[in-house]
T-cell receptor, first 109, second 115 residues
Framework: TQLLEQSPQFLSIQEGENLTVYCNSSSVFSSLQWYRQEPGEGPVLLVTVVTGGEVKKLKRLTFQFGDARKDSSLHITAAQPGDTGLYLC?????????FGTGTSLTVIP | EAGVAQSPRYKIIEKRQSVAFWCNPISGHATLYWYQQILGQGPKLLIQFQNNGVVDDSQLPKDRFSAERLKGVDSTLKIQPAKLEDSAVYLC?????????????FGEGSWLTVV
């Protein structure tokens, strides 16, 4: 069972464009994390959100946690080739974490 | 602060052989996870330990995979015998109790190729 669905699964854009990645679930999470993973490496934490409706900004990245704490989005402004990678959301509920299906982003120079 | 350590980084074995991966979590992290990740997909939880007890191993193929965390710190994941479809990255991760605001930290992964 996949608790967290991400969309789109693949995204290829030109440098300078904006994009949004979605992470959706029917389950409520106590917190949600976003990770970026580059080829040959483990996932690296970008942000943790814990409050419904919370918005966090990390330079050109904006993260939002849904009011009902069931979904989240990641928006990247003016994408750069260095943003290329696999983006993963992960939700914590009870004593477990559940990972999303992943979004593979390619930013073309 | 030292991160999650894993070894070996890369391993190539023939099908039906065995392999073992080792993980040392971040100091003080009671929860340890082993994930299997197929290229381009999200990680799939194989087993979760809380100290030296198993919290969830529902997706661990127990006929060929085994894992232990005897002293509540280091852990090993073993595959015997390996199949071609076991080719993947095996990620170890650790966290404090998976409560609100706590985060999973990952190692760099152990890349397994079964030929």
């Amino acid at each position: 069972t996949q608790l967290l669905e991400q969309s789109p699964q693949f995204l290829s854009i030109q440098e300078g464009e904006n994009l949004t990645v979605y992470c959706n679930s029917s389950s409520v999470f106590s917190s949600l994390q976003w990770y970026r993973q580059e080829p040959g490496e483990g996932p690296v934490l970008l942000v943790t959100v814990v409050t419904g409706g919370e918005v966090k900004k990390l330079k050109r990245l904006t993260f939002q946690f849904g009011d009902a704490r069931k979904d989240s989005s990641l928006h990247i402004t003016a994408a750069q080739p260095g943003d290329t990678g696999l983006y993963l959301c992960a939700g914590a509920t009870g004593n477990q974490f559940y990972f999303g299906t992943g979004t593979s982003l390619t930013v073309i120079p | 602060e030292a991160g999650v350590a894993q070894s070996p980084r890369y391993k190539i074995i023939e099908k039906r052989q065995s392999v073992a991966f080792w993980c040392n979590p971040i100091s003080g992290h009671a929860t340890l996870y082993w994930y299997q990740q197929i290229l381009g997909q999200g990680p799939k939880l194989l087993i979760q330990f809380q100290n030296n007890g198993v919290v969830d191993d529902s997706q661990l193929p127990k006929d060929r995979f085994s894992a232990e965390r005897l002293k509540g710190v280091d852990s090993t994941l073993k595959i015997q015998p390996a199949k071609l479809e076991d080719s993947a990255v095996y990620l170890c991760a650790s966290s404090l109790v998976p409560d609100s605001g706590n985060t999973i930290y990952f190692g760099e992964g152990s890349w397994l190729t079964v030929v």
